[in-house]
């Protein structure tokens, strides 16, 4: 095959909540760089940080969140903390759909991925502060539960044909990095020089 498959960066799988941690991170990052970008660049940073929560959003579903309800079996509180995060994954979806469909020159484009944004920080602070710290309580093998976040987010983003960018790796500028960076000396419609 000429394509090479994504594979797991080691062995050792990464404990669920520091992978799913590590996504927040680099999706909050990508919405501080937006709020800061040229016009020009928002619209792919937009439509990266549309495509991580997508993938995110996915494995949580598809994964966490049956696991941990199954771990927090008969806790109301702790059940409750999960259809609340499934709840708002809808409406972040919402809008993801609507920013997807929107035009970079619409007049509500910046402002749908503002909101988006602190929904996400919302939801984010609920996951780490409450449900998380729950889960953690429970016998849930969080290093198996990572393993399996972890292959079915690579599966997710090769079908999506999207890169892998997880770790902060500021020295190493992919093509990709370069165009999406910021640089306070370049003019808007200039290109980066190769
Ligand atoms: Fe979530
Ligand atoms: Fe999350």
């Known amino acids: ?5 994504q594979t797991r ?6 404990d669920a909540i520091a992978l799913l941690k590590q996504d927040h991170r680099t999706v909050s990052a990508l919405f501080e760089e937006f709020a800061k970008a040229d016009e020009e660049e928002q619209s792919a940073i937009a439509q990266r940080v549309c495509q991580l929560l997508t993938v995110h959003a996915t494995i949580e579903e598809e994964l966490l969140y049956p696991a941990a309800k199954e771990a ?9 903390l999960v259809n609340e995060a499934e709840v708002e994954h809808g409406s972040a979806k919402e809008l993801i759909a609507k920013i997807e469909g929107m035009a970079g020159d619409d007049e509500h484009f910046k402002a749908t991925v503002s ?30 539960l990572g393993g399996r976040l972890e292959d079915r987010k690579l599966a997710l983003m090769e079908q999506m044909g999207i890169e892998a960018e997880e770790e902060p ?13 910021k640089s306070a000396n370049r003019r808007p419609g200039s290109r980066a020089r190769h």
């Open 72 to 80: 927090f079996d008969g806790e109301e509180e702790n059940e409750d």
């Open 115 to 144: 909101v988006l944004g602190e929904y996400i920080k919302h939801h984010v602070k609920e996951e780490e502060n409450e449900l998380f710290p729950q889960l953690k309580k429970t016998d849930v093998d969080l290093k198996e």
């Open 9 to 14: 960066s080691s062995d050792s799988p990464r």
């Open 1 to 5: 095959m000429a394509r090479s498959t």
């Open 169 to 181: 790796q500021p020295r190493k500028r992919s093509a990709r990095g370069a165009a999406r960076s």
